[in-house]
């Protein structure tokens, strides 16, 4: 194992306080400006070659050239924001902005890819090639990845030849590493939809086209599309998560809004499943004489790493952890990652680090980064950036 830094370590000390320090000043998507404003203090007490800021608003690139700096380009990505949560820990570090909270560990995310930057900073002898340190805005449903790689042109900017992310991963033990050769996580697709029907009186339904007892149907018909559509080799998911509609206990409304998402890993079922709903929707209008007007938007793709870039993972994480701490092809998880824009016309992996078999899990109140991470997650860094 090679050891770069340990719990020990000065700088250790100091990125657990900057960590919990941005934990407890939360910010959401695109308005990470406190956050970058102390990513960026960091930086430039270093020895680097080039501090971008203002990539897709809040985000940051940072540059550090090696040895041979044309030899290889490779980028490393953190994600920054927070989630709209009220924290319910009651630590010193706890949120101090009502309805924000680091409920996902995006500010363990950044405090390890800033570690791994300031021993490499002093330490550019090391390794070969030039370092692109990505930190990264709005991850949380804002594909903040998408705004930095298409309208920021990043790959024209930065030449990284290949990008790799990380996320702690609560359940797994700490210190140890989970690497998947290739799905990772999910594709996630939203929709919201209108059944319109012609409302009436709760004692008089046939007289009536009753839009509650249609959308009943249809979310009923929406489960079969996984259950006898796709093939059970597959995985897909679509889940209604909210339906509204009614003011009175003896009134049938004239309409019901529904919405939910949309999971899958390949774009066949992901195709197979829009076309489903689709057909759905249609049935349930000739069968209750209601309009259906269905809006499915795209989502983030599925991150799916690339195998030849999951074997240097693996190499890395086994050098900084042992063998038998590095869990490879895990069951991919049905949450979604905006990391795949990074890697969906270029090489790369994501891989999951261990938060701890009793960590609350991610997008809980009660959930906290392990700081034992930042020795594991900045040492893998290290090693990626060595020996990849």
């Given at each position: 194992?090679?050891?770069y830094?340990?719990?020990?370590?000065?700088l250790?000390a100091?990125?657990?306080?900057f960590?919990?320090?941005?934990?407890a000043h939360p910010?959401?998507a695109?308005?990470?400006?406190?956050?970058?404003d102390?990513?960026a203090e960091?930086?430039?007490?270093l020895?680097l070659?080039?501090?971008?800021?203002?990539?897709?608003?809040?985000?940051?690139?940072?540059?550090l050239?090696?040895?041979?700096?044309?030899?290889?380009?490779?980028g490393?990505r953190?994600?920054m924001?927070?989630?709209?949560?009220?924290?319910?820990n009651?630590?010193?570090h706890?949120s101090r902005?009502?309805g924000?909270?680091?409920?996902?560990g995006?500010?363990g995310?950044?405090?390890?890819?800033?570690?791994?930057?300031?021993?490499?900073?002093?330490?550019?002898?090391?390794?070969?090639?030039?370092?692109?340190?990505?930190?990264?805005p709005?991850?949380?449903?804002?594909?903040?990845?998408?705004?930095?790689?298409?309208?920021?042109?990043?790959?024209?900017?930065?030449?990284?030849?290949?990008?790799?992310?990380?996320?702690?991963?609560?359940?797994?033990?700490?210190?140890h590493?989970?690497?998947?050769?290739g799905?990772?996580?999910?594709?996630?697709?939203?929709?919201?939809?209108?059944?319109?029907?012609?409302?009436?009186?709760?004692g008089?339904?046939n007289?009536?086209?009753?839009?509650i007892?249609?959308?009943?149907?249809?979310?009923?018909?929406?489960?079969?599309?996984?259950?006898?559509?796709?093939?059970?080799?597959?995985?897909?998911?679509?889940?209604?998560t909210?339906?509204?509609?009614?003011?009175?206990d003896?009134?049938i409304p004239?309409?019901?809004?529904m919405?939910?998402?949309?999971?899958?890993?390949s774009?066949?079922v992901?195709?197979?499943?829009?076309?489903?709903?689709?057909?759905?929707?249609?049935?349930?209008?000739?069968?209750?004489?209601?309009?259906?007007?269905?809006?499915?938007r795209?989502?983030f793709?599925?991150?799916?790493n690339?195998?030849?870039?999951?074997?240097?993972?693996?190499?890395?994480?086994?050098?900084?952890?042992?063998?038998?701490?590095?869990?490879?092809?895990?069951?991919?998880s049905?949450?979604?990652?905006?990391?795949?824009?990074?890697?969906?016309e270029?090489?790369?992996?994501?891989?999951?680090?261990g938060?701890?078999?009793?960590?609350?899990?991610?997008?809980?109140?009660?959930?906290?980064?392990?700081?034992?991470n930042?020795?594991?997650g900045?040492?893998?860094?290290?090693?990626?950036v060595?020996?990849?």
């Open positions: 194992m090679n050891p830094l340990t719990l020990e370590s000065d250790i100091r990125m657990r306080q960590r919990r320090d941005i934990h910010e959401l695109f308005k990470e400006f406190r956050t970058a102390k990513v960091v930086l430039e007490t020895n070659d080039a501090i971008h800021r203002g990539q897709a608003v809040t985000g940051i690139v940072a540059v050239k090696g040895r041979n700096p044309d030899s290889r380009h490779i490393l953190a994600d924001d927070a989630l709209p949560l009220c924290e319910l009651h630590f010193d706890a902005h009502e924000k909270m680091h409920a996902c995006h500010d995310h950044t405090s390890m890819l800033l570690t791994a930057a300031c021993w490499l900073s002093e330490n550019r002898d090391a390794f070969e090639g030039t370092v692109y340190f990505i930190f990264q709005a991850e949380e449903g804002e594909g903040g990845a998408r705004v930095m790689v298409e309208e920021e042109d990043f790959f024209g900017r930065f030449p990284v030849e290949a990008t790799y992310g990380m996320h702690n991963w609560p359940g797994l033990p700490q210190g590493f989970g690497i998947h050769h799905p990772v996580m999910a594709a996630m697709d939203t929709f919201a939809l209108e059944v319109k029907g012609r409302g009436g009186h709760g008089i339904p007289l009536a086209n009753d839009p007892v249609a959308s009943a149907q249809l979310v009923s018909g929406f489960q079969t599309i996984v259950a006898r559509n796709v093939s059970p080799l597959e995985q897909a998911v679509v889940s209604v909210q339906i509204h509609g009614g003011d009175g003896n009134i004239d309409s019901v809004t919405s939910g998402t949309v999971r899958s890993f774009r066949e992901r195709e197979k499943v829009i076309t489903r709903m689709k057909e759905v929707c249609a049935g349930i209008e000739v069968m209750f004489g209601v309009e259906v007007v269905l809006d499915y795209p989502g793709p599925p991150t799916i690339h195998a030849d870039n999951a074997e240097i993972c693996i190499r890395a994480a086994k050098k900084v952890a042992g063998e038998g701490a590095v869990i490879v092809d895990l069951p991919p049905m949450g979604a990652e905006d990391f795949a824009y990074f890697i969906l270029h090489p790369g992996a994501y891989i999951w680090i938060n701890g078999e009793q960590s609350p899990s991610l997008h809980n109140p009660h959930y906290d980064f392990n700081d034992d930042l020795v594991t900045a040492n893998y860094w290290i090693e990626l060595i020996s990849a």
